[in-house]
């Protein structure tokens, strides 16, 4: 069952004697992920609103605000709630990187309509959220051929990281899911509750099938940095297979560019084609 928002996209209001500014919210969790997405866009300007530090870009009439949220739901929530309280936007994009939970290659993306909060054993706790609106419409239509079907559909969102082959093809069945991170469920809540349409765009860097060669959840953790570590260096083979995972992250953030140059450029030649238009009424 999902949860769907009725409500309109809430879009900021023309100003006097100007059109209107459409803002996107882009939300990554780390470093890499967002590097990949701001490749994609002009410089911007620094902004902090809160406790949240962001980016904001301007192309055409859109405004893109890019904010790094950190790992996790608590951190991703308390940063969208911060951003999407404080004005209006269009749209909320939650983009990085992706665990498939189906058959696909390195690399490709991964299109999310709602999301659904899974518990640790692959139990669905809630319903999953969907927030439809005019600009996510946008996005799907720009995947539309693009993307192949079943990449577009259900995302899982857990509190940890699933490493094991086992647990994600557990959780594949009991979600219906296509893909796993660990940020989007609570940035969709915050959506829905500020009535901003949403959805997710992520580039696969694990696969279904394939095991992680250690338990990335000891560097979540400031004080079980230690035991990661020498978990690393109990194994040394572990050592290739985080050469082949940042490959992987690699591919992941260049495609995930490359969605976004292709995203941002289409919506300035709607946005100018629009403001055409207008001018000639």
Known sequence: MTATSSLPPVVSPPQSGTEAVRRVAIFAATPWEMGAVQAAFPSGVARRIDTVAVSVCTVGRLEYWLARTGVGLEKAGQTAS????????????????ACALIKAEIGSLLIGRDVVLAGTQGSENERAIEVPGLEREAVLALVDGVVPPNHVGRFASTDRIIGSASEKES????????????????????????RVPFVIVRAVSDLLDEDLPLDFNHFLRPTDWVRGILSVLGTPSSLLSLGRLRRQSL???????????????????????????????
């Open 251 to 281: 591919t992941a953030a260049k495609n995930l560019t490359a969605f976004f140059q292709r995203y941002v450029t289409v919506m300035a030649t709607e946005g100018a084609r629009e403001s055409t238009l207008s001018g000639r009424l």
């Open 171 to 194: 959780l594949a069945r009991t979600t219906g899911a296509i893909g796993l991170d660990m940020e989007s469920s609570a940035l969709a809540v915050a959506a829905q509750r500020t």
């Open 82 to 97: 911060l951003l999407l309280g404080h004005q209006p936007f269009a749209l909320a994009v939650s983009t990085g990187f």
